[in-house]
């Protein structure tokens, strides 16, 4: 009988941790989806198509999180899950 209900804790153990792994995969793969395509890719002259600025030849660091700040906001008011910042 303790043998199963350790079983059983362990495997609860086991998928809250597979739980937490997933989730922060996730939160990885959003960072990295922002650094691509929404800050480094305004580096880029061929991937400004839809966005409210022109390209900057002498883009700084600030504004680059700025417009990428922006324009995540602007998604994630379509979506409607808020803004950053």
Same mark, same amino acid.
């Given at each position: 009988?303790?043998?199963?209900? !350790?079983?059983? !804790?362990?495997?609860?153990?086991?998928?809250? !941790?597979?739980?937490?792994?997933?989730? &922060? =995969?996730?939160?990885?793969?959003?960072?990295?989806?922002?650094?691509?395509?929404?800050?480094?890719? !305004?580096? =880029?002259?061929?991937?400004? =198509?839809?966005?409210?600025?022109?390209?900057?030849?002498?883009? &700084?660091?600030? *504004?680059?999180?700025?417009?990428? &700040?922006?324009?995540?906001?602007?998604?994630?008011? *379509?979506?409607?899950?808020?803004?950053?910042?």
């Amino acid at each position: 009988m303790l043998a199963k209900g !350790q079983a059983k !804790q362990d495997r609860l153990l086991a998928l809250q !941790q597979k739980h937490r792994v997933d989730a &922060e =995969s996730a939160a990885g793969k959003s960072v990295d989806v922002f650094l691509q395509n929404d800050l480094l890719a !305004q580096t =880029s002259v061929r991937k400004h =198509s839809g966005r409210p600025y022109e390209p900057d030849p002498d883009l &700084e660091v600030r *504004i680059a999180l700025d417009r990428a &700040e922006a324009w995540t906001n602007q998604l994630l008011a *379509i979506v409607g899950h808020g803004t950053f910042g």
